[in-house]
């Protein structure tokens, strides 16, 4: 049996995923990447193929002493739903990108949530929904 390295299983994993989740002009993707050193979020309409805002720890104002740990992501986090709601976006569909709803990922996603984005949402999450739920809510 071949073995498949860690990044063919995530991407195999994220196709899955993006089957389910669409991005709309009423309600867009949340799309997140993590990379070793840096994380990246952008909001996108998948209808018209456009990117509505976009944060990352690559951007001056965002990079602290690491790209790469919780502090950044909550950065991030908080960052793109700033930008999100000045463009207009208050309610988004969180595509994880595969990876695992955790560390990191958990951290920008929460941070954005705290930050004014899905205000609806936060309370259904707090009682006891995955992150997988809400995915197949969209």
Not at 52 to 69: H, P, R, Y
Not at 113 to 121: Q, S, V
């Amino acid at each position: 049996m071949a073995k498949k390295d860690k990044a063919a299983v995530r991407r195999a994993v994220h196709t899955r995923i993006r089957r389910r989740v669409r991005g709309s002009q009423e309600r867009p993707r949340l799309a997140i990447f993590r990379s070793l050193n840096h994380i990246y979020a952008q909001v996108i309409d998948d209808e018209r193929a456009v990117t509505i805002a976009s944060a990352s720890t690559v951007e001056k104002d965002l990079k602290g002493a690491t790209g790469g740990n919780v502090e950044a992501a909550e950065r991030v986090g908080r960052a793109i739903a700033e930008r999100a709601i000045a463009a207009g976006v208050e309610q988004v569909v969180f595509d994880r990108g595969g990876f695992r709803f955790h560390g990191r990922i958990k951290s920008l996603v929460d941070a954005a949530r705290a930050a004014g984005l899905n205000k609806n949402e936060r309370g259904e999450e707090e009682g006891g929904e995955s992150e997988e739920g809400s995915e197949a809510a969209a």
